[in-house]
């Protein structure tokens, strides 16, 4: 059994929407041979990066930046796993209320320093809330489950 790990930062209802849009994408029945586990930014550590196969990260634009949540998982995890978990298959998805550029570049750039695997381009969901953000998240979290079962990441 292979593990997916989604760190999300989910402050309000919409954001909460779509952590647990990712977790419903991720848990559908095709996908046989993945467990998901769903973490808050806080919660989540380096004894559950090591243990997890995937990982899918979700943040909110804060001040053209990551989330605090989200930096002080990395903060927290950096080095304690920087030799064990290069090419870690990952994907992002970001809330923001702007355009994201500076989110996306930030967790890039940290990505890029773990060496873990981008598997699809970052998700920004720009602008004023839609209903269709919640679809693209959850078909994120297929993608990602989908990918681990299927041995393609």
């Not at 923001?96 to 699809?120: F, K, M, P």
């Not at 994120?140 to 299927?150: E, R, S």
Request: hydrophobic residues 40%.
């Amino acid at each position: 059994m292979k593990q997916l790990l989604i760190v999300a930062h989910a402050p309000s209802v919409n954001t909460r929407t779509l952590r647990d849009a990712a977790q419903r994408g991720a848990s559908q029945k095709v996908v046989e041979q993945v467990a998901c586990i769903v973490k808050t930014p806080f919660e989540a550590g380096p004894d559950d990066i090591r243990a997890c196969d995937g990982i899918l990260l979700g943040t909110t634009e804060n001040l053209g930046y990551m989330s605090g949540a989200l930096k002080d998982f990395f903060d927290r995890s950096y080095y304690r796993i920087l030799e064990e978990k290069q090419g870690l298959p990952c994907a992002l998805y970001i809330r923001a209320g702007h355009d994201g550029t500076g989110t996306r570049r930030a967790v890039e750039s940290i990505v890029t320093g773990l060496r873990w695997r981008w598997v699809q381009e970052p998700l920004t969901l720009r602008g004023q809330w839609q209903d269709t953000f919640a679809d693209q998240v959850e078909e994120l979290g297929l993608y990602m489950a989908a990918g681990l079962d299927n041995g393609l990441f």
